[in-house]
């Protein structure tokens, strides 16, 4: 890779390295026949498409590290793609998919065969705005016929000779007469109409390149006579090999040092160099010269004591990833789906010491792989989920090895890939126009690395005694650093600090319980009156108890938690036990005048992440969260999650219930309501609910919702009537792993792009299903509804189950005095059949607690 790099170093901005790697076999047809033989054997019926898929992958991952190595070349590989022969190869390089989308230019050897016109109108669709350099025109000269008598015979328009063809190029380079033809693709009375048929297509194409390649044979002739020969490269006493194996780029000399600029020219002294034969090629065939037997698909990432692998940093990206092609079978119902995924750790906050990046992601037809960079460096590539070696939560992991980074900003970008469909690149800046677009999700993970961040003490027997003081003092040198605080009483901002500004520089003030202290040690309070709030600062709260009070004045802004709003301000919480006074008649879980933690969308405008809160005795939690991961709430009779949030990971719900409270808000875990069809990529993975007696969920407003996941639900709902609608037409539907005890999903319009899979809710809710699921783009996989009716639909399952725990465990009534409280329910119909006969209820009505850790919501049938 070295070598590779310091030939393409020798380009200017501009020019094109060509790799010509014929050692490495990028077709299946390619390679040798023991060898393909052996890769039959080990792949079945799948053996070319991913041996070509494999060495797609890996060659663009190399093109992407020179790429970001060296910037403004372009860059393309000799002989690709191939141009189809006839019609019946559309899909021709479907198995090449991130290949094409990887390379800048096109380089394609043209033969008399392949230049067809349905061969070049193949060529120009895939090229888009792409140049088209064309390797060599294989054929014994240029066919002077083929532009003088190619217009029909009863064609009034006439043909161009091979006259006025040299007069029209007299004065372009190659590439500048192949842009003019491409700008003129199927026009009319046009001059690039070479054999007149009245359009310019196709055939005329073939005769340009044709032309141009002909005035280029003699220069490529010595080239073109080195890749002639047996093309296995192979001799009869191969050893054996391990079936399914290919060349390792890496060790390869990578390409010819041909640096053509884009006219085609030739710029650098060695260009033309067939190097790369002597070398390990990419992909090739273990047994050819210089293979070395290594899996093309191998993920050869650094790894740490737990498997996880170890990302390394490069110098900076160079500029944004073009839009993936692409992957897998045309043919899948998933193919025009796009992953869902989305970063699940905190960025932008300060780090000094070795982190773990995480994601979560999900496709209809599964994760084939997840890649991720670190400041232009080579991917790191995970295939499968990995426990998290401190939380033992699973998802695709890497470890940031913090040594080799830079201080300042560092940004890692990850590429999500699907088995079949179109992969999602996380990349770019946090600058959505609005918070609901911010919160689809798709950017880079942006973080500060300070080894050594300036740090303070807070506290009676500190540096400073209040939060406000410390920030004042010590202004700018603290914006990314960090607040410890002693054990002790502490208030938000009494003022604004508005003369400092971190949020601009993509940094963030930490302020955190001092080491040694525990979060119930530390008690945060809102004012009770208007508080001023952090105008451009954000904040990342860490290990503390923060508690809501009523207010004491109508001036308050009601909310704990302020900022600004205007500025684009971030928060963050971690760690944080949120409750509120048990003071007062109504109890703080029904209570009707408490403050709200927070209002992202007029306080926090620039996101709001949350991860490890705990919530108890308090109405409600938050809406419009960037990320909320790790949470639970126990009683609780409002939204946990509300207006449009974009991943909620990990959420556990007791005693959700708004019946008796002192309001009549109606409470949903997810309540999504947002107008409009840009809303797309939101998670909601491994949600449980216990003693629930609110709704599920409601997604409403926006007429279409594109690639949503919902993954290991378990709901254990007390009525019937309770349920997770799916209002808005969905694309890209992921539903998987999600039992809904006696509650049941609502879809209420058009969907196209699903995955219902390990799904069992009480009944089928929704319209008649041949207008609500797409039949070719849906995948049914073991749903069950306990209930059948009419509208059931014939791909389920229906009828009663066994569950593990029939009824809900022991447990005691709803105010906690072991005294009934009378619900709003009105008669036993609103009752789920389960719950009757309970022994442990005496009476029906009552809102009736068991110990959530004795529920077991596993089913049989």
């Not at 490495?24 to 026949?33: A, G, P, Q, T, V």
């Not at 909620?648 to 409470?667: E, R, S, T």
């Not at 008649?768 to 995948?779: G, Q, Y």
Request: glycine share 10%.
């Amino acid at each position: 890779m070295n070598k590779t790099v310091r030939r393409a170093k020798r380009l200017d901005p501009g020019e094109v390295f060509a790799f010509d790697i014929r050692s490495s076999r990028l077709s299946f047809d390619n390679i040798s026949s023991r060898y393909r033989r052996q890769l039959e054997d080990s792949w079945g019926t799948d053996a070319r498409t991913k041996y070509e898929s494999k060495v797609s992958q890996k060659m663009a991952a190399v093109i992407r590290q020179i790429r970001n190595r060296v910037p403004g070349i372009k860059i393309g590989v000799v002989g690709f793609p191939e141009v189809p022969t006839s019609s019946s190869t559309s899909g021709f390089n479907q198995n090449y998919s991130e290949l094409l989308s990887a390379v800048d230019v096109f380089l394609p050897r043209l033969t008399a065969e392949n230049s067809s016109p349905l061969g070049m109108e193949s060529l120009m669709a895939l090229a888009g705005d792409r140049p088209i350099m064309p390797a060599s025109y294989q054929q014994s000269g240029f066919n002077e016929s083929a532009a003088s008598n190619t217009g029909d015979a009863g064609s009034e328009n006439s043909s161009i000779s091979v006259a006025e063809i040299e007069a029209l190029l007299d004065a372009l380079t190659s590439q500048e007469a192949i842009n003019m033809m491409q700008t003129a693709w199927g026009t009319a009375d046009s001059t690039w109409d070479f054999n007149g048929d009245g359009v310019v297509g196709g055939q005329d194409l073939a005769i340009l390149l044709a032309y141009l390649g002909n005035l280029g044979e003699e220069a490529n002739e010595a080239d073109d006579n080195q890749d002639s020969g047996d093309s296995d490269g192979n001799t009869d006493d191969d050893p054996d090999i391990d079936p399914g194996v290919g060349g390792d780029f890496e060790e390869a000399d990578s390409g010819s040092d041909s640096g053509n600029d884009e006219n085609g020219n030739e710029s650098d002294s060695e260009a033309g160099g067939d190097e790369s034969s002597s070398g390990d090629g990419f992909g090739s065939d273990p047994n050819e010269a210089g293979g070395d037997g290594t899996d093309v698909g191998n993920d050869q990432n650094q790894v740490d004591d737990s498997g996880i692998g170890v990302l390394v940093p490069g110098s900076g990206f160079n500029g944004n990833y073009g839009n993936p092609m692409r992957v897998g079978s045309s043919a899948s119902p998933g193919y025009g789906a796009k992953s869902i995924a989305r970063w699940t750790e905190f960025p932008f906050i300060t780090r000094s010491e070795d982190f773990y990046v995480t994601i979560s992601a999900f496709h209809m037809t599964d994760i084939d792989r997840v890649e991720f960079i670190l400041n232009g460096g080579e991917p790191t590539v995970t295939r499968e989920v990995q426990p998290h070696p401190e939380t033992g939560y699973a998802e695709y992991i890497a470890k940031i090895d913090v040594s080799e980074l830079p201080t300042g900003i560092n940004e890692i970008r990850a590429i999500v890939y699907p088995n079949h469909g179109i992969p999602r690149i996380l990349q770019g800046a946090h600058n959505a126009p609005d918070l609901h677009r911010l919160n689809n999700g798709n950017q880079s993970f942006w973080f500060n690395y300070e080894p050594s961040p300036r740090t303070v003490r807070v506290g009676p027997n500190s540096q400073f005694s209040t939060i406000d003081e410390a920030i004042s003092s010590m202004g700018s040198l603290i914006t990314s650093g960090r607040i410890e605080l002693e054990a002790g009483e502490y208030t938000w901002f009494k003022t604004n600090h508005s003369s400092l500004n971190n949020t601009d520089d993509n940094k963030v003030l930490t302020i955190c319980a001092a080491p040694g202290v525990t979060r119930d040690e530390i008690i945060l309070r809102g004012h009770t009156s208007m508080n001023a709030g952090a105008k451009y600062l954000s904040i990342h709260l860490k290990g503390m108890t923060i508690i809501a009070e009523r207010p004491a004045a109508s001036s308050s802004n009601g909310v704990v938690i302020r900022g600004t709003g205007a500025h684009n301000n971030r928060l963050f919480v971690e760690d944080i036990f949120f409750t509120s006074h048990s003071d007062g008649p109504i109890p703080g879980w029904a209570s009707s005048d408490l403050p709200e933690v927070t209002k992202v969308l007029t306080n926090w405008s620039g996101g709001m992440w949350v991860k490890d809160m705990d919530f108890e005795n308090f109405p409600g939690g938050i809406s419009t969260v960037y990320l909320a991961k790790h949470t639970t709430f126990n009683r609780s009779s409002k939204d946990c999650w509300g207006q449009s949030p974009g991943a909620v990971i990990n959420c556990f719900v007791d005693k959700h219930d708004h019946y008796n409270a002192d309001h009549l808000m109606h409470p949903d875990i997810i309540h999504f309501h947002v107008n409009g069809d840009f809303i797309e990529n939101r998670i909601f993975a491994d949600i449980t609910a216990t003693n629930d007696y609110a709704q599920i969920g409601h997604l409403e407003w926006a007429s279409k919702l594109s690639n949503f996941a919902f993954a290991r639900w378990k709901i254990d709902a007390r009525y019937a009537s309770q349920s997770l609608n799916f209002n808005p037409d969905f694309d890209h539907l992921v539903m998987t792993d999600c039992t809904f005890r006696s509650c049941s999903v609502d879809f209420m319009n058009f969907n196209k792009r699903v995955l219902l899979r390990n799904l069992h809710t009480y009944k089928y809710r929704g319209n008649e299903v041949s207008s609500t699921f797409h039949p070719s783009t849906t995948i049914i996989d073991n749903v069950h509804f306990t209930v059948e009716h009419a509208g059931s639909p014939s791909w389920a399952t229906h009828g009663p189950v066994n569950w593990a725990a029939p009824s809900p465990p022991a447990g005691s009534a709803s105010d906690g005095t072991g005294q009934y409280i009378s619900s709003l329910v009105q008669s036993e119909s609103e009752l789920t059949s389960w719950s009757l006969g309970n022994p442990n209820a005496d009476d029906q009505t009552d809102h009736f607690y068991y110990d959530p850790a004795l529920l077991d919501l596993r089913w049989w049938r």
